[in-house]
């Protein structure tokens, strides 16, 4: 995939949010919800164009918030639309945590697919828990986020602060596991 075509699918991955922020502002539920849905599946399908693919995490969140979604215009309340981020980050990080206890992490997985060398010591288990948590906590905030918060701020923490967030996150664990290796060496 192209740089271009990636930097075009990354804007399109806030499509449903922020088109549910818009039409939550300014028509009634039904419409921002059904909007929400509507974007949803293109989405999708622009990942279909554009990667020649759909993830696996891609169709879980579809189904998602088709299911979130209907739940929210049967109960023409807006909370179950807005849970989708918090059961996409709960969902990954047990799936992560449960990957770690029986079987092989996903980063173990992902090096030996490409035939990379495996670290010494636990760093990958270790970096892969550490994210796990990441994603565990992030989407008990979501929770609370969209109890608590506005629809607008609900937009920021679902896009833009996960990846501000996800940005720090690296940063520490890069000095972390620096740190780690250093000590596993000497």
Not at 2 to 31: C, M, T
Not at 85 to 110: A, Q
Request: hydrophobic share 50%.
């Amino acid at each position: 995939m192209s740089s271009v075509n990636s930097k075009n699918f990354f804007l399109i991955s806030f499509l449903p949010a922020l088109a549910y922020w818009y039409l939550e502002e300014n028509y009634p539920l039904r419409i921002a919800i059904t909007g929400g849905l509507a974007l949803a599946i293109l989405e999708m399908i622009l990942e279909k164009v554009f990667t020649k693919h759909v993830h696996g995490i891609s169709k879980f969140n579809f189904f998602l918030i088709l299911g979130l979604g209907g739940l929210s215009l049967i109960g023409d309340e807006g909370i179950w639309f807005k849970l989708q981020p918090c059961f996409t980050g709960v969902g990954i990080g047990l799936f992560i945590f449960f990957k770690l206890k029986f079987g092989t992490g996903l980063l173990e997985e992902m090096a030996k697919s490409l035939d990379r060398p495996i670290p010494q010591g636990d760093l990958f288990k270790t970096m892969e828990l550490h994210m796990g948590l990441l994603f565990f906590f992030y989407g008990l905030f979501m929770a609370y986020v969209a109890f608590h918060f506005t629809t607008g701020q609900w937009v920021f923490y679902k896009t833009i602060g996960f990846y501000i967030a996800f940005a720090v996150f690296f940063v520490f664990e890069m000095i972390y596991i620096r740190y780690k290796a250093k000590h596993l060496q000497g």
